[in-house]
């Protein structure tokens, strides 16, 4: 009786120190928090890396650039992976109860790197009943040369064979940096049933000569946006929009030329608020 007794004596002594220690292990474990890198309106995205405290580390751009590290502060620095340079470092003090997000903006291969707030336009109102709010900047050096350009928003029918562009508003005076740019209040197209989604296509003239860009077959150049109610949708009719040139990678009459090499001019969505 007497060996049974000290035997569960040990055995609670032994369980007790046992949890102690394992307490004591967790409680001394570093918490993480999240930090989130939208690096999708960068021209060189496909390139752009990450290391988190000098230490490359996984960049998973395809959940808003979501990265998980412990708390305190943390330095990052965003680098081309063809030649090592860093092009934006950020520091960042890590709070497991608050996750920061972030947009990287770069509209040309040949600009730095900015840290945007992604809920920048929050608090700009909401645009009247029949129209849209648009801030739009122009970065194309290569075709649209211009400090100030008008575009119009057209919308599209084919008739026969033929597509028929119809003018809805212009965008006046268009310049060169977005944080410069104002608001327009912009005429929004009357859309019918069973067709939800309002897609509009831009033409580009200067404003001084009101000259109009023309594509590899000298007719008219467009541009395709689509805005509206598009999922998720848009309640404010509010977007910040900027130009960037793409590489198409095949030939087309619509298409921009230069050297040998086609584009388009991709009116990218900045902000959309929702």
């Not at 268009?174 to 069973?194: D, L, M, Q, S, Y």
């Not at 910040?240 to 040998?260: M, P, R, V």
Request: net charge negative; charged share 25%.
């Amino acid at each position: 009786m007497i060996r049974f007794i000290n035997y569960i004596l040990i055995l609670t002594l032994f369980t007790t120190m046992f949890s102690c220690k394992k307490l004591d292990y967790e409680d001394n474990i570093t918490p993480f928090g999240e930090v989130h890198f939208d690096i999708s309106k960068t021209a060189i995205s496909d390139y752009l890396k990450v290391k988190y405290n000098g230490n490359t580390i996984d960049f998973h751009q395809g959940i808003a650039g979501r990265v998980r590290v412990p708390q305190g502060e943390s330095r990052f620095e965003f680098y081309d992976n063809r030649s090592g340079k860093v092009l934006l470092e950020k520091t960042i003090n890590i709070d497991t109860a608050n996750v920061e997000k972030f947009t990287l903006f770069q509209p040309t291969v040949d600009d730095p790197i900015a840290i945007l707030d992604p809920n920048g336009q929050d608090d700009e109102e909401a645009a009247p009943e029949g129209f849209m709010k648009i801030k739009i900047a122009n970065y194309l050096k290569e075709f649209l040369p211009q400090e100030k350009i008008n575009i119009v928003m057209n919308l599209r029918y084919q008739q026969g064979r033929r597509y028929i562009y119809i003018p809805v508003d212009t965008i006046r005076n268009v310049g060169r940096n977005i944080g410069e740019e104002e608001f327009n209040i912009v005429k929004r197209a009357e859309i019918e049933p069973p067709v939800t989604a309002e897609i509009y296509y831009l033409s580009f003239y200067d404003s001084n000569t009101n000259e109009q860009l023309m594509n590899v077959v000298n007719t008219p150049y467009f541009s395709s946006l689509g805005l509206g109610n598009h999922l998720p949708f848009n309640a404010k009719h509010v977007y910040t929009i900027y130009l960037s040139l793409f590489e198409t990678g095949y030939s087309a009459n619509s298409f921009l030329q230069k050297d040998d090499i086609y584009y388009s001019i991709n009116p990218i969505l900045l902000y959309n608020d929702l």
